[in-house]
């Protein structure tokens, strides 16, 4: 049985004040039937340690220690007070040329510091118009995951490039086909691979969740935007509870 997981990604957003959401979203998900991660920027995990709710970063680095100006590595997320590592998501792989290799390193590190990785994927807008995105997702599933993954130290999110942020959300049938891709390849490559949970992310708010929480093999959401706010994440949390 997978449990369902309500994901929050803040991004470069959040200043000390923005740890009063958590306190908000504790008093209605503090006993949640759910797990609950928010990812914070790496500035504020600390601050945000003492929540009932899974803390995770937002990017890793692939070594453990050195000259890497800027960077922070898995290690120091899991003494911050992390237990989850986001690695591969799409605004790495575009804004900071991440390949499939660099994020299979990195969810490698994320591992060895005792991390649970979230593995991003998803194809652009072009990908899909060409009729390419399972080949796409193949691609990323193969390069971006280690041999070393199980159903413990990681999750994949299926979060198609084109709906992050828009306000534009493939339809039900076209998330349910991605997603059975993904179980099917997870499956085949991974003995526990029906143990690893599928997220789906872009463009989820309380409107749409429901309807998305029903589509087969959709283990939870990866949230952007509508995490922020624990007024905005808490209708999410509250669909999948009820999924
Ligand atoms: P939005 O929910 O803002 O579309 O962002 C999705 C995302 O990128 C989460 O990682």
């Known amino acids: 049985m997978r449990r369902k997981l309500a994901a929050g990604n803040w991004k470069m957003n959040g200043l000390r004040a923005a740890r009063a959401e958590l306190d908000t979203l504790e008093q209605r998900h503090g006993d949640a039937g759910v797990d609950i991660l928010i990812c914070p920027p790496a500035t504020l995990i600390s601050a945000c340690e003492d929540t009932p709710f899974d803390i995770g970063g937002q990017d890793c680095h692939a070594a453990v220690s050195g000259a890497h100006t800027g960077d922070i590595s898995a290690e120091m997320l899991a003494d911050a007070g992390a237990s989850y590592v986001l690695t591969g998501h799409s605004e790495r792989r575009t804004d900071h040329g991440e390949t499939d290799a660099m994020v299979a390193a990195k969810s490698q590190a994320a591992y060895d510091a005792g991390l649970i990785a979230v593995i991003c994927i998803g194809e652009t807008l072009d990908e899909r118009e060409n009729g390419k995105t399972l080949d796409v997702i193949d691609a990323q599933l193969a390069g971006s995951i280690p041999d070393s993954a199980d159903?413990?130290?990681?999750?994949?999110?299926?979060?198609?490039?084109?709906?992050?942020?828009?306000g534009k959300v493939p339809t039900?049938?076209?998330?349910?086909?991605?997603?059975?891709?993904?179980?099917?390849?997870?499956?085949?490559?991974?003995?526990?691979?029906?143990?690893?949970?599928?997220?789906?992310?872009?463009?989820?708010?309380?409107?749409?969740?429901?309807?998305?929480?029903?589509?087969?093999?959709?283990?939870?959401?990866?949230?952007?935007?509508?995490?922020?706010?624990?007024?905005?994440?808490?209708?999410?949390?509250?669909?999948?509870?009820?999924?």
Request: proline letters at 5%; charged letters at 20%; a negative charge.
């Open 151 to 166: 159903e413990e130290n990681t999750v994949i999110a299926y979060e198609p490039v084109w709906a992050i942020g828009t």
């Open 172 to 243: 039900l049938d076209q998330i349910g086909e991605v997603h059975a891709h993904i179980r099917k390849c997870l499956t085949e490559r991974f003995s526990d691979g029906d143990g690893m949970r599928i997220l789906y992310g872009g463009s989820v708010k309380g409107s749409n969740a429901p309807d998305i929480f029903g589509v087969p093999e959709v283990d939870g959401a990866l949230v952007g935007g509508a995490s922020l706010k624990a007024a905005d994440f808490s209708p999410i949390i509250t669909a999948l509870e009820n999924s």
